[in-house]
T-cell receptor
């Protein structure tokens, strides 16, 4: 079974703090993704990575950065958290050339 | 206009009912189509792919109408366990490449 884990289920941070969200997958998948999910807006792609050290902007990259130093790990960084970044963050991975994405359990981030 | 649009619901149906969801997409170059299921406070998981000829998996039938750019999901003999949010997902086409675009989801509640 594919397993995608995220470092925290719930996180509360203050405005201006630097926030790290970690995602790890154990199936040697090349592709990894970060989404945020908000009511009425669905899942929106923030960043994705086709392979180690590669990253591409998704639809809403502003205010975020990512790091992929190892194949199994994809980190999302909020350089200076703002209240409009309060959301559910979902990481996903998939094998290159396939279309099924496996999601982690999500991190609910609240920025106060 | 959103790229993938769904009626958010909720659809409240009794057990045993047949229920259908539609989804429309705007990118005529889209290549592949899927339905994902997301249980409350859980991550999305692939339910089924949608093929041009239509496909069935037990009580679930998915259909694609390329001319009208819509996808449907039919659930027969609804079970309480079918209660979830169903996400319509479209892959790429044109500049979107291999990316998946998610609809906002349709919430289904099956009542005893």
């Amino acid at each position: 079974d594919v397993k995608v884990t995220q470092s925290s289920r719930y996180l509360v941070k203050r405005t201006g703090e630097k926030v790290f969200l970690e995602c790890v997958q154990d199936m040697d998948h090349e592709n990894m993704f970060w989404y945020r999910q908000d009511p009425g807006l669905g899942l929106r792609l923030i960043y994705f990575s086709y392979d180690v050290k590669m990253k591409e902007k998704g639809d809403i990259p502003e205010g975020y950065s990512v790091s992929r130093e190892k194949k199994e790990r994809f980190s999302l960084i909020l350089e200076s958290a703002s209240t409009n970044q309060t959301s559910m963050y979902l990481c996903a991975s998939r094998l290159a050339g396939t279309y099924e994405q496996y999601f982690g359990p999500g991190t609910r981030l609240t920025v106060t | 206009r959103k790229e993938v649009e769904q009626d958010p619901g909720p659809f409240n149906v009794p057990e045993g009912a047949t229920v259908a969801f539609n989804c429309t997409y705007s990118n005529s170059a889209s290549q592949s189509f899927f339905w994902y299921r997301q249980d409350c406070r859980k991550e999305p998981k692939l339910l089924m792919s949608v093929y041009s000829s239509g496909n069935e998996d037990g009580r679930f039938t998915a259909q694609l109408n390329r001319a009208s750019q819509y996808i449907s999901l039919l659930i027969r003999d609804s079970k309480l366990s079918d209660s979830a949010t169903y996400l319509c997902v479209v892959k790429g086409g044109g500049n979107a490449g291999n990316m998946l675009t998610f609809g906002g989801g349709t919430r289904l509640m099956v009542k005893p």
